[in-house]
């Protein structure tokens, strides 16, 4: 009862990622900090990229995905046509995993302790899909500060 509605909300926050990304005037703008704005839109992108792929990939979808959290922040100038195909994968992967997850995983426990107490997998995928859309949101504040 619950997947379908969050296949639905991570394919349309996924394809307004995908599109914030494509929405950068000037390419090199995707990279840029300033001031207070200690995160690029890149680095953003490439944390929410790792962040999916491992705990839904990895973990749900046993994809053999290994992330490498540091290198989220600190990779610089990845090609905007490289983070829309890593999007575009992780969009397709999210939907397959989620796609033959039996709604019974829902209730169970998510297979990592993330945070400090135990959670069920439905909880954790609504959560996700909200860091998520507040990531995408910086995105998009970010685009329109930064992109000039």
Known sequence: MIIAPLRSLYQRDLHKLKSEIEAYQNEENLWK???????SAGNLCLHLIGNLNHFIGTQLGNTGYVRHRDLEFSLKDIPRAELIEKIEAMTTMIDSVLSQLPETEMEKEYPLVVFEDTMTTGYFLIHLITHLDYHLGQINYHRRLLDI
Do not use: E, L, Q
Not at 33 to 39: A, T, V
């Open 33 to 39: 900090i300033d001031k207070n704005i200690s995160n």
